[in-house]
Nanobody, 124 residues
Framework: QVQLVESGGGLVQAGGSLRLSCAAS????????MGWFRQAPGKERDFVAA????????YYSDSVQGRFTISRDNAKNTVYLQMNSLKPEDTAVYYC?????????????????WGQGTQVTVSS
C-alpha cells in the first residue's frame, strides 16, 4: 500500500523557517514527479512546488518563488520543502503528492498519491 506521510509543520512567527518532509513507502518514487500543495480554510488546493525525479527540474508558484526550496533524497524515498521568510499568508495545510510518471505538472488533479497533510501556521 502506497503511503505518503508529511511531517515538520507547526507554528512559526513571520520571517521564520520550517522544513517539511514527506516520506514515501509502499513503492519507490525515485522515478516519479513529486509536488507540494497547500490549502487554506475555504480556499482551493494550490500548487506550491514540484520537481522531477532527477531533481534538475523544479517549479514554484509565484507566491513562494525565492523563499521555498523543494528537494528530494531518492535513497530515502523522501521529499522536502524548505520554507524561509514565512508570511502569515503561507498559513495552510500542506500536502505532499506523487505521480505515476516522471512528467512534472502543477495541477493537483493530475497527482495520483497524497499524504494526509501537515498544518503550517505563521503568526504576524
Amino acid at each position: 500500500q502506497v503511503q505518503l506521510v508529511e511531517s515538520g509543520g507547526g507554528l512559526v512567527q513571520a520571517g521564520g523557517s520550517l522544513r517539511l518532509s514527506c516520506a514515501a513507502s509502499g513503492r519507490t518514487f525515485s522515478y516519479s514527479a513529486m509536488g507540494w500543495f497547500r490549502q487554506a480554510p475555504g480556499k482551493e488546493r494550490d500548487f506550491v512546488a514540484a520537481m522531477g525525479w532527477s531533481g534538475d527540474s523544479t517549479y514554484y508558484s509565484d507566491s513562494v518563488q525565492g523563499r521555498f526550496t523543494i528537494s528530494r533524497d531518492n535513497a530515502k524515498n523522501t521529499v522536502y520543502l524548505q520554507m524561509n521568510s514565512l508570511k502569515p499568508e503561507d498559513t495552510a495545510v500542506y500536502y505532499c503528492a506523487a505521480r505515476n510518471t516522471i512528467v512534472v505538472v502543477t495541477t493537483y488533479q493530475d497527482y495520483d498519491y497524497w499524504g494526509q497533510g501537515t498544518q503550517v501556521t505563521v503568526s504576524s
